[in-house]
């Protein structure tokens, strides 16, 4: 059970309020840097308003089709922790397409993009891609088609949802007050893929402010809370 925020991907609008919460970041973090982080803990009321021009559309031209084929196709092909080959292939080759820059890195799997002016404000945020080693038992048009594997923790959400806030960016790049990356991690299931990543190359040195999203059974759709790091 993916809760309500999962259920109802397309309803509550994650994607249109992230494009406003990503210019309330920029000018975050050009105020404070990682180390002067004040402690965020509130829950914040996502509102309407947010024009649907930004929306990434499908083949089809379905204003909310992108995200919801990236979700579906995610969740039709899970894979294991550092076997997230097709996963990542897929990821490249999406954000390719809508003009994204994929940073060259030594990574198996697990991709970093970014979109914006290349100078600070430096701001990150990530995702996970691995799934379970679950076999799914829901008779949904999109089940898991690989045997004792699934996306039964939301990662398939999570990359469906920095897909389309990578592909709503890119489209207004121009407007961008600093640079945005885009981390879609590999292996957290197992602890490993974060610490991987950010020890491949001098990108993370960089960031600013790193970001991160997770579905959560226990909060209504419409509403996102919000949490400082440690």
Known sequence: EMGPVANNLLDCKIIEDTLVLIEDILDFAEKYNKDMLPTLKKEITLYEGVDYLYYPKNENGERFGYIHDEFQWFHRHPELSFKEIETTKRIRQDLQKGGLHILNLPLETGVVAEVGTGKHPIVAIRCDIDALPVTEKADVPHRSEHPDCMHACGHDTHTAILMGT??????????????????????????????????????????DSVFGLHIWSGLDSGKISLESGE
Do not use: C, H, R
């Open 166 to 207: 990578a592909e709503i960016l890119a489209s207004i790049k121009s407007e961008l007050k600093g640079t945005v990356k885009f981390i879609f991690q590999p292996a957290e299931e197992i602890g490993q893929g974060a610490k991987i990543m950010i020890n491949t190359g001098d990108w993370y040195e960089k960031i």
